[in-house]
């Protein structure tokens, strides 16, 4: 057998439910790996190894009680399979930083929805990764622990805001992990950790995780080595359809029986009119131009698209220039409510200062107003979107940007200095610019997918990753899967 961590997720399920590998044996590989791997990288802000074995153990013993095949088909989907949690989800008796020093850091009493959902699947939680603080960033650079680092160059980042995740995934200390995503925050590092990164549609997947989300943003969703690594999460995220009979089934079987993703994600995807767009909604205000590596990786994608039999083509959407100020108003309402005491606010980062600062000033009206734009940019911005199966852009604007680069703060190895530079709007601009197509997917409430398609070095492993985004219309999120394994994720 491989090394542990260089099974694919599936392999690993495969090799935990038939008893080849024991759940400990899994839990202890990954740990030692983050006990190697963790002090440069950045990846994780709590391991909980103690716990983690111990859970291994209770897996262990659920194991041999499922003594032959019948019984074990009945073990949970993930049984036994080493994950972790970023450090916006609440998990039983860990503290849930949020990536923040101006919050007490108490032990949460239970589980949060993500965690409740993916323990009942059967993972065993090895710790809680790196974010940025409150989730706000697209770098997960706060003030609390180490920065997160790209595995493929430790000066650069591994994006935001599930970067510690995603650093975790790519370097081998899991073998995939949630995400949550309310503008970018799967996609992002995903692309920058070439990674499969999908953020399902709204309403999928009923264990999002956010506070003061005013406008449904955020969702989660697996960030992955692979399409089927991916689709295999999804079926542990989003619940079966329910029971009811209906004419010509059995009692108790489940209407419309839909297949698994996983098994919906091995089929080859149907020839597909793919729209091609490098417009953004953030041009008016934040005009950018892509680097040549952004483009690099769109053609790139457009190739392999077209060699595997769908059409592409020029995609012109118009974007109304009021969105920056409006997504900016919904995006930042949850931290002008987050309860902080007011002696520790001086701890909070510039960027959430200052938008706390702003939305706390905002009246209840100007919120609404922006609300109610964001629902008529979806549903002018889903009707263009219409004229195509797919949707195509580059993930990103830029290459994987050096830690620090967002904030201008210096680092070394270890924690970010007490004072940060303060020009909280040059940091937000700079974020707009690396990822511009990112955010309308969220407000549009589609999925959408980042794929790993180009590295800057050449080969695949050389240099850093860059990857193509598809947005499909609501439900393709098994279609999505299935062209990134049709491009060979």
């Not at 959408?448 to 180009?454: E, G, L, T």
Request: proline residues 9%; glycine residues 10%.
């Amino acid at each position: 057998m491989a090394e542990i961590h260089e099974l694919s997720a599936v392999a690993l399920r495969d090799a935990l439910r038939s008893g080849e590998l024991s759940a400990r044996q899994a839990a202890a590989h990954f740990l030692d790996r983050i006990a190697a791997d963790n002090p440069h990288l950045g990846a994780f802000i709590t391991v909980t190894a103690e716990q983690a074995l111990q859970d291994a153990d209770a897996a262990d013993r659920r194991h041999v009680r499922a003594a032959d095949d019948e019984r074990r088909a009945a073990l949970p989907l993930l049984h036994g399979m080493p994950t972790a949690f970023k450090d916006l989800t609440d998990v039983a008796g860990v503290v849930t930083t949020h990536g923040s020093a101006a919050l007490e850091h108490k032990p949460a009493a239970d589980d949060g929805a993500l965690a409740a959902t993916l323990k009942g699947a059967g993972v065993i939680s090895l710790g809680k990764t790196q974010v940025p603080e409150f989730g706000l960033t697209a770098y997960s650079e706060n003030r609390i622990a180490p920065p997160s680092r790209n595995p493929y160059a430790l000066s650069r980042s591994s994006g935001g805001s599930s970067g510690g995740s995603a650093a975790a995934v790519a370097a081998g200390l899991l073998p995939f992990a949630p995400g949550s995503d309310g503008g970018g925050s799967i996609r992002i590092p995903a692309a920058a950790c070439g990674l499969v990164g999908l953020k399902p549609g709204r309403g999928l997947v009923p264990a999002g995780e956010s506070t003061g989300d005013p406008a449904g943003l955020v969702v989660a969703g697996p960030l992955a080595r692979s399409a089927a690594d991916a689709a295999l999460m999804l079926d542990a995220l989003v619940p079966p359809p329910p029971t009811r009979q209906s004419p010509g089934e059995r009692a108790g079987e489940p209407a419309g029986r839909r297949r698994s993703y996983l098994q919906l994600a091995g089929q080859e995807p149907p020839p597909l009119r793919i729209g091609v767009s490098l417009d953004s909604p953030w041009q008016a205000v934040f005009p950018y131009t892509p680097d040549r590596e952004a483009l690099d990786a769109l053609q790139t994608g457009i190739r392999l698209l077209e060699a595997a039999g769908h059409e592409t083509g020029e995609a012109a959407i118009r974007y109304d220039n009021r969105y920056p100020g409006a997504f900016t108003t919904a995006w930042t309402a949850g931290v002008g409510s987050a309860r902080i005491a007011p002696q520790r606010e001086a701890l909070l980062t510039p960027l959430t200062r200052t938008f706390r600062r702003r939305a706390q000033q905002r009246s209840a009206a100007k919120l609404n107003e922006a609300l109610g734009f964001l629902r008529q940019f979806q549903r002018d911005t889903v009707a263009q979107f219409s004229a195509w199966d797919l949707v195509l852009s580059p993930t990103l604007a830029q290459t994987p940007r050096p830690v620090g680069w967002f904030t201008g703060a210096a680092h070394g190895d270890g924690y970010w200095p007490a004072e940060w530079p303060a020009d909280a709007d040059d940091d937000y601009r700079k974020q707009c610019e690396f990822a511009p197509w990112s955010s309308l997917v969220n407000v549009c409430g589609l999925p959408a997918i980042s794929i790993p398609v180009h590295w800057t070095g050449g080969p695949p492993g050389a240099g850093l990753p860059m990857g193509i985004q598809l947005v499909g219309p609501m439900g393709s999120e098994a279609l999505l899967l299935q062209v990134a394994g049709q491009l060979g994720l």
